[in-house]
Structures are given as C-alpha cells and as structure tokens.
C-alpha cells in the first residue's frame, strides 16, 4: 500500500489499499489552420477553388447535409437518434442503449441537443471582399453526439458541430480503460459504477493507473480520438477526398480533466465515522460556506466481508446510494478538490480542473502528463491541508515568541499579536486560503479578510496585507518562493494557527461570554460531544472561579 499523503498515513491502520487514477476527460478537437479568419478563407478555397460561394448561406449547408447524412445512416443502420429536450440529461436517455455484448465495437446511438459554438459569421466588403469573424457570444446551434463503444476505453461520446470548421469534444473515463487494460492482464477487480472496490493485483493495477500520466498516454488519447472522429462523425460534413484536398486534420487539447485518489477502508462504518469527524473539524477552519447531503435508509455494513473463495466479479453496477452521502468541496476559480464517500467503503478525494488553463501548464495534447502531476499535487496539498487542520497543534515556544520582533532578510520586522482584531482576521484568511493549489497572493488575502471581517467601514488593502506577510513569514508560518508572487503556509504553521482559532473560538471566548454557567430549562434530546464536554466545564468552572476569586 503506497501512502503518499499526511492524511492517508493517519488513518493507515483502517485501509485495505489505495490508489490514484485519472478520471474524466474531456478533449477539444480542432482545426488550426481554420481557427484565423485568413486561414479559414485558404481552407474554403481548396475545397471550392474561389470565394464565390463563401457566405453564411453556403455556411448554414453543410449543417443541413450533415443532418441528412446522419438520419439516413442511424435509419440504414438501425441506430436509434433521439432529439434532446432541453434540460434533458443526455447520458440518461443513453443509458438504456449500451450495448450487453462484449464484443460489440462502433456507434451505438445518437443524440441530438443545443449548445453554443463556435459558428462563423461572413460579411462583404464594398469591393466584394469577404470578412470572417466569430460573433460574440456565441451561438446556440444543434449539436450531435455520438455514442461509442470503444474496445480500449469502453464508451466514448462525441460531441460533434455540425458548421465549418466542424470543432468537436471527446468525453473518455479513465476507470473504463483502466478496467478494459486490467482485465487484458488478469487482475482480477470489483468495480461499483466509477470505482474500484476490490482487486487482487494492487501492483499490476497501480502500474495501469500511472500509465495514465506517462509520456505514452498522449499516443493512446490521440490514437482514441482519430480511431473515431475521421470515421463516425467528419465523414458526414466532408467526404474522404474533401478531406485530403483540403488537408484537414484535427489538433486536440484538454479542456476538462479530473484527478483521483480513492481510500478503501476496511469497514464503511470506520471511514464514515472518520469522514465526518473530518468534516466537523475543517468546515468551518476552511471556510467552507455550503454542505450537501444526501441521506439515505441504510447504514454502512459493520462487519466486512468474508471472502468465499469466489473469483470477483468483473463489474456491479449500483441503482443508487441507499446509505448517507455527504460531498465536501472546495473551489479556487475554475479549480475543485472535493472529497466524498463512494460505493460502500471508498473515500475518495478528487480534483477536477473545469478549465484546465488555470493550471498553467499549457493546453495542448503533449502537456497531459504536466496537467495529471498538476492535480497530482493538488491532491496532495488538500489532505495535508485537511490533516493539519484536523490535528491542530502548537509547540512549546510558539506562543512566547510569536508576539516578539524578528528578522527577515536582514530587516526587523514587527511581531503578532494574537489579540488585534485584524491579526485574528489574517489568521481565520491563512487557513481558509492554505488550501489554494498554486498558493494565494496579498490581493487574494485582502480580499479574503474583507469578506471575514467584522469591521465593515475599515477596508483592508493589499499593500497592508504584503507587510502583515512579513510577519507571518518571519515567524516560519507563511513562506515565498524567489520571484514568485504566490504565499504559502508551512505545515507547522498551518497546525499552529488552526489551534488558535480553535483555541480561541471554542474554548476561550465560550468561557468569557459566560457559555460555561449552567442553563436552566429541559434539556435537549440530542446532545453532540461538544456540548457534553461544555456541560462538565460548567460544574469545573464555577468551582474553579471560586477558588481562585474571579467572579463567574
């Protein structure tokens, strides 16, 4: 079992194994040379040898040939088309179609729906020039999506438009070739809906899943989305030779990608009792402002179960959760790292990058293997992140010395004092922000602490917020990188003053605001452990102001 994070090592002793794979991806697919106006115009005229046709009209017919070629084929093949309503979820409406063959290979159903495009809109000049631009935003226009049966990655959709120059995404699932590839190799697998619940091989199945983020995987993505894009979905807006005089070939980059790390505990009742103990220790540190949960009538099965000597089964599929499922998720931009319960004993931790431009690792094809390391590290840093928070701690000499001066880079610097309104507002900004997975900056602290404030006529900037830095920087909490504009929070920093804040927000200031003195009335029926420990500080308190003469 290979541990790769604070968090998993914690709880290591409740684990049967671990393991990461790449999850969902979805691929642009593209023509370069048709992306300019100028290049569009040279491609239009190979195929056509002028621009005397070159106008929306002869635009607006391909979509139209498109559409007649697509209908006469499903019926020729007896391939059911259905058209989308919209709010209809599309891979529901799929779903009864999969094909129960195992062999079966190729298209399997095609649906129908609107969505926006890309669509150019061509206007001429007085001396009859055409000028081609893309208008803004875009437009909704009818887009195909073809569902495929794929032998090395199961089921694959396509996303197809229809008017030139034909742009397109491929939605794969990593777990499916994962399956397909361990199955080839005869590691034997329980697999519930997207997520392996048991394998035999935990070696032979991690070496499929980092294949995933090897150099190699670029080839079997392209080689995926060329096996089918020329064949079942181009060939019906430009026939093979169109194709070849115009040298149309598609580049592809990634546009979505989702990273996880799944946990297989020994017992669903241990890892939901760690699941939520985590969520009530880290919700409020992290700033997380909404919860979702489903409850189900079921509970997690407490004994595990015996193996009968059975070979497992290849794939179970589930109807739906019947037991409690919480989702906890976090967002930076148009990055997520949420975790959750999957299936009846796997905690899983996902990334997903929406776009995956925040990465800031490139787009194209050939930097796959950056963007999987990418949220490799996100991973990572989000469950040390929940750790640290989870197991707070302060060491000997931290309070002593943290409202002391210090020295940064040859410069006095000021010390903290734990006591000033805004320095306790830095510290709540710090942590709900430790978990950012390119760092934060001083604007993104200003902002933070603006939004956490109980000050609302006083604004803080974030000239302030890059001095206060310095002080958390010079005490060890906060480091920088050399030229780098992003803050990050060192792991012993992080468990320091989440201890404070919660040191400060649940024992200290209940004492002073008088949470300790017994409360008349019935008691409530359901009482959760922090109110039963608040009832026995009660009765210790009074004693203990008498004692030593404070009045309660």
Not at 4 to 33: G, H, I, Q, W
Not at 156 to 163: A, G, L, Q, S, T
Not at 430 to 436: D, G, K, R, T
Not at 462 to 488: C, H, M, N, T, W
Request: hydrophobic share 40%.
């Amino acid at each position: 079992m290979n541990l790769l994070d604070e968090f998993s090592k914690a709880y290591a002793d409740f684990l049967d194994d671990t393991y990461d794979c790449v999850d969902r991806l979805v691929l642009n697919a593209y023509f370069p040379m048709a992306g300019s106006g100028g290049g569009f115009r040279t491609w239009w005229r190979q195929i056509f040898g002028g621009d005397e046709q070159l106008d929306n009209t002869h635009l607006m017919r391909f979509a139209g040939r498109f559409s007649r070629r697509v209908r006469a084929y499903a019926e020729k093949e007896n391939i059911p088309l259905i058209d989308c309503q919209r709010g209809q979820r599309k891979h529901e409406a799929a779903e009864p179609f999969i094909p129960k063959l195992p062999g079966f290979r190729g298209v399997f159903c095609i649906l129908t729906g609107m969505a926006p495009a890309p669509v150019r809109n061509v206007l001429h000049a007085k001396n009859g020039q055409p000028h081609i631009f893309v208008p803004k935003p875009y437009r909704y226009v009818k887009h195909y999506f073809f569902h495929i049966m794929d032998p090395d990655w199961g089921h694959v959709i396509i996303r197809f438009c229809p008017h030139p120059p034909f742009p397109a995404q491929i939605i794969l699932n990593a777990h499916e070739y994962v399956a397909i590839e361990a199955q080839k190799k005869g590691i034997d697998f329980v697999k519930e809906g997207n997520c392996f619940t048991q394998f035999s091989d935990a070696a032979g199945l991690a070496n499929v899943t980092d294949a995933m983020s090897a150099p190699s995987a670029v080839g079997c993505l392209v080689k995926v989305c060329e096996r089918w894009i020329y064949s079942a979905c181009l060939c019906f807006a430009l026939t093979t030779e169109e194709q070849e005089r115009s040298r149309f070939r598609y580049s592809f980059s990634v546009y979505q990608l989702e990273y996880s790390r799944n946990l297989l505990f020994t017992r669903g009742r241990h890892m939901e009792q760690i699941f939520d103990s985590v969520i009530d220790h880290t919700r409020a540190a992290l700033d997380i402002k909404t919860l979702k949960t489903i409850f189900g009538f079921k509970h997690r099965p407490f004994i595990q179960k015996k193996n009968t000597g059975k070979q497992p089964r290849f794939e179970a599929q589930i109807e739906r959760p019947v037991w409690d499922l919480t989702v906890f998720k976090v967002h930076f931009k148009r990055l997520t790292a949420k975790i959750y319960s999957k299936g009846e004993r796997v905690l899983r931790i996902e990334c997903i990058a929406h776009n995956t431009q925040d990465l800031r690792c490139g787009r194209v094809i050939d930097k796959f293997p950056d963007m999987v390391q990418a949220l490799h590290a996100m991973v990572d840093r989000f469950l040390d992140v929940l750790r640290c928070v989870d197991a707070a701690f302060i060491h000997d000499d931290f309070l002593n010395q943290l409202h002391m001066p210090s020295v940064l880079s040859g410069r006095r610097v000021a010390g903290i004092d734990t006591n000033n309104l805004r320095i306790r507002a830095i510290m709540t900004a710090l942590v709900a922000l430790a978990s950012a997975p390119k760092g934060f900056t001083s604007s993104q602290l200003a902002a933070k602490v603006n939004e956490i404030s109980r000050d609302k006529a006083a604004s803080y900037t974030s000239r302030q917020a890059a001095y206060d830095l310095k002080k958390f920087r010079a005490k060890g909490i906060v480091k920088k990188e050399p030229y780098k504009r992003q803050y990050e929070l060192t792991p012993q920093g992080l468990r320091s003053i989440a201890a404070l804040h919660i040191l400060r927000d649940k024992v200290i200031e209940p004492l002073l605001a008088g949470q300790c003195r017994p409360k008349r009335g019935r008691k409530p029926k359901n009482i959760c452990p922090l109110d039963e420990h608040y009832k026995i500080l009660q009765t210790e308190m009074q004693q203990l102001f008498a004692t030593i003469g404070i009045a309660a």
